[in-house]
């Protein structure tokens, strides 16, 4: 079965070349900054629409499901470029230079960490402008920081779809919303929990859904990808 | 015309779900109760129940009727039939042990024992301690077959063979489109691209069907057409991913990279959808009220009785084999087309 071949072709090889690709993609992105600044900028004049058009946001779960669709929004556009930005010509000398996983597993490394810095500036400034009704900060900030990854690494592999079918941002959408929903759903449960401060244990659930789906997506695009690759 | 066995098997199962579905008549129960607020304690009070497919008249001599609160049996000292779905009780002045609400029962040899839980509120004070009668319940009953009287649920009930078995049919249509994908990418045949696109075509109808039967029934069960429910919203995006699946296919124009795109994706998207509908909704706290989930309890664990199952899991069976019926069509019709392309 597909399984077999995946963890017997997943050699270490396979964890060096992730990790030399993921320092090509943090020295592209530091030769192209315009390019984060403007997700960040993105996040940023969302937070102050959000500000205009809601005021104050007290309510808990209002103040919660908006700062996760602002991330939501945001990790499409962030995470549709990672495929997009690269001609094919040049991924296809990525692939022959290394595992085209080892390409996929730099991407979704760099998307991660990526989304983590978006959402804890995100966090910063969406709780300074509008309002920060969080109880449990740790357990918030773990939250975000896995519900970023998580987010990162189902887009990862939507957008290495979408590249193939046109690039469209609407498609990216379209593809990335319903299968990202149970991502989602876990994420605005543990944060809204964290924001309420309920304690560790009820989130603890929804923590581990997360970290579960979050393995699930690695290892089906770990699994998908080498299908995916070739034209 | 020449049908394969299984195909017979798809209309024999339909014909006696929709007859047995439909025609098989509801077992009795009591609808309502008129009036069910009023003082009990002051003096001898009379009600008046409405049957559902009970026989008061014909049973006059047999029937009786008491009214439990905290364990306390009260018996009716009067019980009259006013026609086969009507009765009028009467009993003594009576206050309420424990909470201000009476549990009616009423018996007749043809029914049995009927329940309606709940049924008159009081607006006295629980104070008093009640008379306590004997009662002899001869329970009694014939047996014929009939779906269970369910309040709330009464004749929709019926709705169980046709709104379950769609999505059971909807999911297997989409578990071998699945199986069909992993087919395809493991062996790049693109016959079984062409399975998969049309088991999804074929899922996607019977997830409207199920859609449609399922915001019927809510209707008439919850009260709305559309609920705040975390399996409706499930499915709802389920669909949402097949048809995005649609419209990734037809943004790719090359066959091989379409069929090898949309099997990654559908793989994919099928994996989460099992989390969605699957595991979180049985995992929430009281956002669901679907049976066995959101805290729920599961359909058969209490009330999918022996006549229902008769009849349930034919109509499983029927439904499936019938969205197999039509992902088989339409696959043989795209072969042809395809054919007609390339020639």
């Known amino acids: 079965m597909l399984g077999c071949e995946f963890v017997l072709t997943l050699r270490p090889m396979v964890l060096a070349q992730t990790l030399s690709l993921f320092r090509r993609e943090l020295l592209t992105e530091q030769r192209r900054r315009y390019a984060f600044f403007g997700v960040l900028l993105y996040v940023v004049a969302t937070v102050f629409v959000s500000r205009y058009s809601f005021r104050v946001v007290r309510e808990v779960p209002v103040w919660n499901a908006l700062f996760w669709i602002i991330l939501l929004f945001a990790s499409v556009i962030a995470v549709a470029r990672s495929f997009a930005q690269e001609s094919s010509g040049r991924l296809l000398y990525l692939y022959t230079l290394a595992d085209p996983r080892a390409v996929l597993f730099a991407k979704l490394l760099y998307n991660s960490l990526l989304m983590i810095v978006l959402g804890l500036t995100g966090l910063a400034v969406f709780g300074i402008v509008v309002n920060y009704p969080v109880a449990d900060t740790p357990l918030f900030l773990l939250t975000l920081v896995l519900g970023c990854m998580g987010l990162a690494g189902t887009f990862t592999l939507i957008s290495a779809i979408a590249s193939k079918a046109g690039?469209?941002?609407?498609?990216?959408?379209v593809l990335g919303f319903p299968v990202v929903l149970p991502m989602l759903l876990a994420i605005i449960r543990a944060s809204k929990m964290a924001a309420d401060g309920t304690g560790w244990d009820g989130a603890a659930m929804y923590l581990g859904i997360i970290i579960a789906l979050?393995?699930?997506?690695?290892?089906?695009?770990?699994?998908?990808?080498?299908?995916?690759w070739r034209d | 015309m020449k049908l394969s066995w299984w195909k017979w098997a798809c209309v024999v199962l339909l014909i006696y779900t929709f007859t047995a579905g439909l025609l098989v008549p509801m077992a009795p129960g009591i609808l309502r109760v008129s009036p069910d607020n009023l003082s009990t304690a002051a003096a001898p009070f009379t009600v008046?129940?409405?049957g559902y497919n009970t026989r008061f008249l014909s049973n006059q001599n047999s029937l009786q009727a008491w009214l439990l609160n905290d364990k306390t049996q009260v018996a009716a000292t009067t019980a009259k039939a006013l026609s086969e779905t009507e009765a009028e009780l009467t009993f003594p002045?009576?206050?309420?042990?424990?909470k201000p609400v009476f549990d009616l029962f009423v018996n007749d040899d043809a029914d049995g024992t009927l329940v309606m839980a709940s049924a008159i509120a009081t607006t006295d004070s629980i104070s008093a301690i009640s008379p306590v009668s004997k009662i002899s319940v001869k329970n009694e009953k014939e047996d014929y077959f009939a779906f269970p009287f369910q309040h709330i649920l009464y004749e929709s009930i019926r709705n169980l063979f046709f709104h379950v078995p769609m999505w059971f049919a909807?999911?297997?249509?989409?578990?071998?489109?699945?199986?069909?994908?992993?087919?395809?990418?493991?062996?790049?045949?693109?016959k079984h691209d062409l399975m998969a696109a049309e088991a999804v075509n074929a899922g996607l109808v019977f997830g409207v069907l199920g859609l449609l039967t399922g915001s019927l029934w809510a209707r008439v069960t919850w009260g709305s057409w559309w609920v705040d429910d975390i399996k409706l919203n499930g499915t709802a995006i389920t669909m949402l991913a097949y048809m995005a699946y649609v419209v990734l296919r037809g943004?790719?124009?090359?066959?091989?990279?379409r069929a090898r795109i949309s099997a990654v994706?559908?793989?994919?998207?099928?994996?989460?959808?099992?989390?969605?509908?699957g595991v979180l909704p049985r995992l929430s706290g009281n956002d669901s009220l679907h049976p066995g989930n959101g805290g729920n309890p599961a359909f058969g664990q209490y009330d999918l009785d022996s006549h229902l199952r008769a009849v349930f899991y034919a109509a499983c069976l029927g439904?499936?084999?019938?969205?197999?019926?039509?992902?088989?069509?339409?696959?043989?019709?795209?072969l042809l087309n395809e054919k007609i392309h390339h020639a």
């Not at chain 1, 690039?167 to 959408?173: D, E, P, V, Y």
């Not at chain 2, 002045?93 to 424990?98: D, E, K, R, S």
């Open chain 1, 167 to 173: 690039n469209n941002f609407a498609l990216m959408s």
């Open chain 1, 214 to 228: 979050n393995v699930i997506v690695v290892t089906l695009s770990g699994l998908l990808f080498p299908y995916l």
């Open chain 2, 48 to 50: 008046k129940v409405h």
């Open chain 2, 93 to 98: 002045a009576l206050a309420p042990l424990q």
């Open chain 2, 170 to 190: 909807m999911i297997a249509l989409m578990a071998w489109a699945v199986f069909n994908n992993i087919r395809y990418l493991r062996g790049g045949q693109q």
């Open chain 2, 251 to 257: 943004a790719v124009d090359d066959e091989q990279k």
């Open chain 2, 265 to 277: 994706y559908s793989i994919f998207a099928f994996v989460m959808m099992l989390v969605l509908i």
């Open chain 2, 319 to 334: 439904w499936i084999l019938l969205g197999f019926w039509v992902y088989n069509l339409r696959y043989r019709i795209r």
